[in-house]
């Protein structure tokens, strides 16, 4: 299994970015795919995910009401769209997988930075 992050960039509070995982080599239909981060001197936290089987999503609160997680399963990617961000939202995001759903998070991508600043 493999994931690959990319969007980030550098925007300015209140702007919106689209991140996207690219997914490959995952067969098994039931797993979680999550977004989580990390911003210097933090520990990573969890973001978001979405399950496989029912597209059931959840949130940290901090982000809940400007951020939505969605899957394409088509193009087998999982994309988080950010909305009205704030400088605490600076971080580097990654995507990962519990495969099976339950299981630790055991495939990670890179990270790709988020950076919200003036």
């Known amino acids: 299994v493999q994931l690959q992050a990319s969007g980030g960039g550098l925007v300015q509070p209140g702007d919106s970015l689209r991140l996207s995982c690219a997914i490959s080599?995952?067969?098994?239909?039931?797993?979680?795919i999550a977004w989580f981060r990390q911003a210097p001197g933090k520990e990573r936290e969890g973001v978001s995910c979405?399950?496989?089987?029912?597209?059931?999503?959840k949130y940290a609160d901090s982000v809940k009401g400007r951020f939505i997680i969605s899957r394409d399963n088509a193009k087998n990617t999982v994309d988080l769209q950010m909305n009205s961000l704030k400088p605490e939202d600076t971080a580097v995001y990654y995507c990962?997988?519990?495969?099976?759903?339950?299981?630790?998070?055991?495939?990670w991508g890179q990270g790709t930075l988020v950076t919200v600043s003036s």
């Open positions: 080599g995952l067969t098994l239909r039931f797993h979680v």
């Open positions: 990962a997988a519990a495969v099976p759903a339950g299981s630790r998070y055991n495939y």
């Open positions: 979405i399950s496989s089987i029912d597209s059931k999503v």
